[in-house]
């Protein structure tokens, strides 16, 4: 199992900016996907994550209306679109395989991006 996450940079507050995950190596129209972020000496938290068939879709309170997540099967990838970025926004996110549970607990997920970089400049 792989996950690669990209698409990370520096934005100014306000923008936008799309990151990806490609996965490899497992079924991956079969696994729900999540969004993590951590920002520097904090703990990772939950962003997003949504279902293996792209119909359901979860998001935390703090992005909720400014991002999205998607997901194309048919490329074995998943997005996240994120507008409206402010400086908290600031953080290394990271795409991960769900395995059940809830989706905010790290615990639930099996495998995990090398994660990319998201700078957010006031």
């Known amino acids: 199992v792989q996950l690669q996450a990209f698409g990370g940079g520096l934005v100014q507050s306000g923008g936008s900016l799309r990151v990806s995950c490609a996965a490899s190596?497992?079924?991956?129209?079969?696994?729900?996907m999540g969004w993590f972020r951590q920002a520097l000496g904090k703990e990772r938290v939950f962003v997003a994550a949504?279902?293996?068939?792209?119909?359901?879709?979860y998001y935390a309170d703090s992005v909720k209306g400014r991002f999205t997540i998607s997901r194309d099967n048919a490329k074995n990838a998943v997005y996240l679109q994120m507008n409206s970025l402010k400086p908290e926004d600031t953080a290394v996110y990271y795409c991960?395989?769900?395995?059940?549970?809830?989706?905010?607990?790290?615990?639930?997920?099996?495998?995990w991006g090398q994660g990319t970089l998201v700078t957010v400049s006031s």
């Open positions: 190596g497992y079924r991956f129209s079969h696994y729900d």
């Open positions: 949504i279902t293996y068939d792209g119909d359901t879709r």
């Open positions: 991960a395989r769900f395995t059940g549970g809830r989706y905010y607990d790290t615990g639930n997920y099996d495998a």
